[in-house]
Each structure stands twice: as C-alpha cells, then as structure tokens.
C-alpha cells in the first residue's frame, strides 16, 4: 500500500507539551530520516501517516520515535514503535 499508519493513546507526562510529532527511518538507513505531524482525533487519540514515497519506496522495517514539544519548540522522546512499510 506505500503507507503505514501511526496511532498513539494514553500520553503520560507531567509536560505542557503544544505538539506531537513522529520522526521515522527505515533501520537499515537512520540517516533517512522524516517528521510527520500527528493529527488529534480528540479524547488523546493522535494519528499520522507514514508514506513510502519519502524514503523512495524502500520497503522492509521502519522506527517512528514519538516525540512532545513545548510551546518553546524543546523536545522530548516519549517512545518509539516499529512498522513494516509494503508496496
């Protein structure tokens, strides 16, 4: 499909966090990496896309590593998921 989808629940921190945001890569190339806006879909569901076509279709696994930032743009890691990105 090109894309694989990201849905994160149950945020836990003591953070005014403004944002949340998700930085992807595929494992066998860290250096490719890409941010994605996460969309609220309300009562603390966020959502966001991966899409093949930022990383040149390359197929195989991916890391997302979830991160808050406040409304001074710090950031903080709060987690880190794996996908499988197919065509």
Known sequence: TGRFEVNITDIKTSMDYQ????????EEDEANQ???D???LGDGV???????WDYGYETGNYKVQ????????NSVM???IGGIMVQ
């Open 34 to 36: 890409q941010w994605y």
């Open 66 to 73: 979830v991160y808050l930032f406040d409304a001074n743009g």
């Open 19 to 26: 944002a949340v945001r998700c930085l992807a890569f595929p």
């Open 78 to 80: 709060i987690g880190e």
């Open 38 to 40: 996460v969309y609220s």
């Open 46 to 52: 966020y959502k966001t896309e991966i899409y093949a």
